[in-house]
């Protein structure tokens, strides 16, 4: 459960002392109470990662809400397990495309501070996260502690969902260090990252 939605485990914000971005797994329910805080601290644009499909079995409450400006921006390749821990980096980089770059330049320019997800919070927003820190010049140390966040704040979630679907590899689920630094390598050789 995080501190802001009663019903999240992977909210928070990237910046220290902003409430300029807030991060978060899909908030499948959200209580008056909470929709007045995001108002009275303007966070007003919602980006949801998800793809229509997701969307549909999982809705997030925001989208019907007025006073919420809702868009609705699928991450390529977002929606897909990787089939193997090496694959989880190669897929965080086919993420980072120019989709990415155009989601990217939406969220920064948002004249509202702003709440973006996807299902878990940890993949496509996790890619999302560390692209709008690199942007900003925030190291890569500080960008992989907001990352493994996610494993710490999923863990039994992720635990939980690996015995249901023993098809699926946990270690490939789970956010690993080794799978941020790989991006952020990648990523530096693009010029985009410190």
């Known amino acids: 459960m995080s501190e802001i939605f009663a019903g ?7 910046l220290k002392d902003s409430k300029r971005y807030l991060r978060s797994d899909v908030p499948v329910y959200v209580s008056d109470k909470e929709c007045a805080w995001l108002i009275e601290n303007n966070i007003l644009t919602v980006i949801d990662l998800r793809e229509k499909n997701e969307q549909i079995s999982k809705p997030c409450p925001l989208a019907e809400n007025p006073a919420f400006r809702y868009y609705s921006f ?33 969220i920064m320019n948002a004249d509202t501070n702003v709440l973006f997800f996807c299902n878990a919070g940890k993949d496509r927003t996790g890619v ?18 907001d990352y493994m966040k996610s494993a710490d704040n999923l863990k039994s979630m992720l635990e939980a969902f690996a015995i249901k679907s023993p098809e699926i590899d946990i270690e490939v689920i789970t956010p690993h260090r080794e799978y941020m630094e790989k991006f952020l390598t990648w990523l530096s050789r693009k010029g985009n990252v410190k």
Do not use: C, H, Q
Not at 101 to 106: A, G, Q
């Open 128 to 145: 999302a996260s560390a692209m709008i820190l690199s942007r900003l010049g925030y190291d890569r140390e500080y960008i992989i502690r």
């Open 8 to 14: 999240t485990r992977n909210t928070r914000f990237i």
């Open 74 to 106: 699928a991450v390529s390749g977002g929606n897909a397990v990787p089939e193997s821990p090496e694959k989880v980096a190669v897929s965080y980089i086919e993420m980072a495309d120019d989709r990415m770059d155009m989601i990217l330049d939406f």
